[in-house]
């Protein structure tokens, strides 16, 4: 199984981004596909996932209304559409899957982070004040 984030890069706080996840090796419906985030020194954060199973969706508060998750089962991709960044977005943004997450337990494990076997290798995004 194999996951490659893709997209990140410098731009100004106002500006955007979209990160693209590439998903091969296992059956892209049967699991959910979460985007985390982590800070040196900070803990990681889930910033938003997708269930392939039945579509549900997870925003941490931090990006409700900027970020938008995206899935295309026939591309076997995960897309996160970034808008209105802000300096406190940068950070090194890895995609990650979780086998058969769904309904209100994508929220549960996307918010705590559990439940994702299989990493990407990250991408970085830096947004400048």
């Known amino acids: 199984l194999r996951l490659v984030e893709s997209g990140g890069g410098l731009v100004q706080a106002g500006g955007s981004l979209r990160l693209s996840c590439a998903a091969s090796g296992f059956r892209f419906d049967d699991y959910a596909i979460g985007w985390f985030r982590q800070v040196p020194g900070k803990e990681r954060e889930g910033v938003s996932c997708?269930?392939?199973?039945?579509?549900?969706?997870y925003y941490a508060d931090s990006v409700k209304g900027r970020f938008t998750i995206s899935s295309d089962s026939a591309k076997n991709m995960v897309f996160l559409q970034m808008n209105t960044l802000k300096p406190e977005d940068t950070a090194v943004y890895y995609c990650?899957?979780?086998?058969?997450?769904?309904?209100?337990?994508?929220?549960?494990?996307?918010?705590?982070?559990?439940?994702?076997?299989?990493w990407g290798q990250g991408t970085q995004v830096t947004v400048s004040s």
């Open positions: 997708i269930s392939n199973v039945d579509g549900t969706t």
């Open positions: 990650a899957a979780a086998f058969r997450l769904a309904e209100s337990a994508v929220q549960f494990y996307a918010s705590a982070g559990a439940a994702f076997d299989y």
